[in-house]
């Protein structure tokens, strides 16, 4: 059972902005930003766990028992144990990864930082990564995380978006270019 994204971003979004709201309030952006990276691991990690989330065959309480010894487990601030508790007892868990998100951006905000998705041929060293980031950082004029994945078929070269700007240097896109431009002329 999948939800369109319009209904899980607004969704995720009004949770995001109650959380955010309420851990900002209570001095716990550091434990909040913790946890939601902790959950995001856990997800990332555990097929259980994804399946929990958007599986439509466990009831209202097996889904809110299961979440909370999750939340327990995982040691999380008993605003992010209470939030997703809540969440499955309304059926929104299918909303947790865009909340995650949104909670990341919602953070980064307000530390004045901003996301770049990198996509690369090839995994970036560390020394890449850092001029990359640096470059970002004067291109924006604010701190820059990379959230950096890997495709091979990009050949070479990488692909960039920060916010609505995306930067294609890929030879992938290149050479694609240029078949239309051959296209075009014969």
Known sequence: MSEPASISTGIAARYATAMFELASEANLLDALEADVTAVEAALAESEDLRDLIISPIYSRDETQAAIGAVADGMGLN??????????????????????LRALHEKIAEHKGEVTADVVSAKPLTKTQAGNLAKALKASVGKDVNLNATVDESLIGGLVVKVGSKMIDSSIRSKLNALQNTMKEVG
């Open 78 to 99: 008993a605003m992010t144990g209470n939030t997703l508790r809540l969440m499955a007892g309304k059926r929104r868990l299918f909303a947790l990864p865009a909340l």
